[in-house]
C-alpha cells in the first residue's frame, strides 16, 4: 500500500494547469491572477499634498522661529481634483488640501496646524524640512513596475490595485468543473419521501462544498445505485467535467462497483489503497487528462481524503502557487494510541493558551461520525512510524479552515 505522500506526489504529476479567462475586476477575487500585471502609469500620478496646509518656496521660511515668523501672501486656494493656476512666488503661498497636486514654485507643504492666517496671509513659526508633506510621484506605484505577480490569489488589495490602474477587467486561472457522483443503494437525495432504510446523501454536499471552498465549480451527477451499469452511465456524463469524484463503492464489499466501473469507462488507474485513517480506500485514476478520485462512502472518510488529494489538485489546476493548508506545531492535550503503517488524520480542535497553540480531539473518531468533523477547525496528522502520541508531545495540525480565524484568541 502506498503513504499519503506517495499518493499525493502520484495525483499532483497528472494535475495540469487549465485556461485562463478575462473577467470583470468584481468577480476575480478570490481567483487567482493568470498573468503578470504591470502598471502603466505612476501612482500618484504628481507630486501631492499630504496634508491640508501651505504650499511654499523652502527658502522663504527656512529662517521661521517662533520669536521671528515669517508672513507669506496667500495667492489661491487649491483643492483636490485642480491643478494650480498660479506658480508659487517668493513671499507666496498657496492654500492647499490633501491629495491636491503641488503647484510650480513650491517644494514644501506646511501643515496647517503649524500656521496662523488671515484670508490673504500665512504665518509661519517653524520650518518643517525641506519636500516635507509631499507625496511623491511614482511612490505607491512606479510606471512600469510589476504589480502583481502571475498566480497570485487576489485579495481585496489586489482588487484594489487593479481598480487604481484603471483595470476593469483581469486576467485569471479557470476554474475546474468537478463533477460529484454519490454511490449506494441506501442512499437517497435530499428531498425524497423519508424511508426507513435509507440515508440521506450527504457526501454530494460537503464535497461540492469543499470544492467550493477550493474555488472550483461543483457540478452534481446525482446518486448511482450499486449496480455497474448504472455507474457507467453516471460516470460517462461526468466526462464533461474536468475533474470526477466518485464517494463510496470503493472498498471490498460484495456491492462495491465503482473501481470496475471507472476501469470499464477506460481509466487508467494509479491507485487505489492508501495507507492511511480515515480514508484507506481511495482510488485515482487519469481519463483523457481528467482526474478521477474515487474516495470512500464514510462521510468523513471522504472529507479527509478530499483535503489530502484533491484539493491540492485542484488548486493546481487552478495555477496556485499555495497547495496545502497551513501546518502548525501544536501541544496534544491528551494520550493518543493509533496503529503503525498508517498515517491518521484526527480532527482536532486548536485553542490558543497564553503564547501556546494546544490541540484537543473533538471526541469520537468513527469514519462516519461527521459530528466530531463539525467541532474541528484542524486534523492532527499522526504519522505511520508512530503507535503513540503523549500528553505534552508537539504535533503537527493540517489547520482546515477559517474557523480557525474564530476559534483561536477566544
Ligand atoms: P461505502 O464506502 O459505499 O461502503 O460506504 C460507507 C458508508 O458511508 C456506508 O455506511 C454508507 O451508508 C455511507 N455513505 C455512502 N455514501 C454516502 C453518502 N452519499 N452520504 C452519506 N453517507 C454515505
Ligand atoms: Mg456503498
Redesign the pocket.
Known sequence: MISVDEARNIILSHARVIGLEKIDLMSSLGRIAGEDVYASFDIPPWDNSAMDGYAVRFEDINDATPDNPVRLMVIQDLAAGYFAEKTVGSSQAIRIMTGAPIPNGADTVVMKEDTTSSTDTVTIAAAPAKGANIRRTGESVAKGSLVIRKNTLLRPPHIGMLASLGQNHVSVHQRPRVAVL???D??IEIDSPRDPSK??????YSISAQVLECGAVPVALG?AR?DKQTLVEKLRMGLSADVIIT?????V?EY?YVKDALEAIGTDIKFWKVAMRPGK?VTFGVIAEKLVFGL????V??MVSFEQFVRPALLKKMGSPALFRPLLTVTIKEEIKTQKNLTYFLRVRVTCEGDRLYATTTGEQGS?ILTSMVDANGLLIIPPEKNEVKAGEKMTVQILDRSFDQTVGE
Open positions: 454519490s454511490t449506494g441506501e442512499v440515508i440521506i446523501n450527504s457526501n454530494t446518486i450499486d464517494t463510496g463503492g470503493v472498498s464489499g462495491d480506500p470512500p462512502g464514510n462521510p472518510s471522504c462516519g
